[in-house]
């Protein structure tokens, strides 16, 4: 947990604080909006929680945080709060939290399905969220969107002997020894249910999992903005190649889903045909971003 010696003056006073090891990687201000905001390159508690509703939420951002940058006045009960993740979203989809600062606080997430459990890029190797994902059936497959949010991947193959997919162009190193690798930039079925789409751009290898033409899991290469109300590419964050990722768009907005769940920057869900009206939209903007 935070260290009160290391209170940010920018915090209100009161129980909940952000310290100055924060590495301003918006977990905890997409967790909990109404307690969390960013102010000077770091987060910060622009308002204590309310009701419990809100101390539920800003204690979830707490567990999440990759840094251990908030801590707490009081005493709460942060085991029974730990006990939640992974959060659901929606059909079996769940946030897994615990972000880990190798993947600069990356969003994990966690598909439970008949087939087989899929993680979607690795949170930290935490045992409270090991113990809660073994209760959940394991982990059959963990699918790795890129190289920057591999994070803790060699444990959870450990731990639950899980197939490792990725890009082959983002396979260096140790990762080229993953159990499964991809190739080219055609969509490949992984099952039924389940699609990868290589998308490069954000970085050579990047690919985005599609679940039951419903839940596109992004990684870094298309999320939601909240400030600009669109859907949204991050131009600055584009490390291989942007016309490359402009034209990984074009192939995406293709395909049909409801939900972006990103690595980075916040989901978002839409009907089908205004999440295409969305990406088209995107893909306009992209184009004039040089």
């Not at 959870?156 to 140790?174: I, L, N, P, S, T």
């Not at 034209?247 to 049909?256: G, K, N, T």
Request: hydrophobic share 40%.
């Amino acid at each position: 947990m935070a260290s009160p010696s290391k209170r940010r003056p920018e915090n209100v006073a009161g129980d909940f604080f952000v310290d100055t090891t924060c590495i301003d990687c918006d977990t905890c201000r997409w967790m909990a909006p109404e307690t969390f905001d960013e102010e000077g390159d770091m987060s910060r508690v622009h308002a204590q929680p309310k009701d419990a509703a809100a101390v539920e939420r800003a204690l979830q951002a707490l567990i999440a945080c990759p840094t251990a940058s908030i801590g707490t006045a009081e005493k709460h009960d942060v085991k029974r709060v730990a006990a939640q993740f992974p959060l659901p979203i929606a059909d079996g989809v769940h946030h897994c939290g615990y972000h880990d600062e190798a993947s600069f606080g990356a969003t994990s997430y966690f598909i439970v399905r008949p087939e087989g459990n899929v993680l979607i890029d690795s949170p930290r190797f935490a045992m409270p969220l090991v113990r809660r994902l073994e209760e959940l059936g394991g982990v059959r497959t963990l699918f790795l969107t890129h190289q920057d949010d591999v994070a803790d991947h060699a444990q959870f193959r450990e731990h639950f002997g899980c197939e490792r997919v990725m890009h082959k162009d983002d396979a260096h190193g140790a990762l080229r020894s993953l159990e499964r690798l991809i190739e080219g930039q055609e969509p490949v079925a992984l099952a039924d249910d389940l699609s990868a789409i290589p998308v490069p751009g954000h970085t050579r290898g990047s690919a985005c999992l599609l679940y039951r033409e419903e839940f596109l899991f992004s990684g870094d290469h298309v999320a939601w903005s909240e400030a600009r109300g669109e859907v949204y590419a991050f131009r600055s964050a584009s490390w291989y190649d942007w016309d490359v990722q402009i034209e990984s768009m074009r192939r995406l907005a293709q395909h049909s889903f409801t939900w972006i769940l990103p690595g980075h920057g916040r989901r978002c869900t839409f009907a089908a045909r205004e999440m295409r009206s969305r990406m088209a939209a995107c893909v306009k903007w992209m184009e004039t971003v040089r």
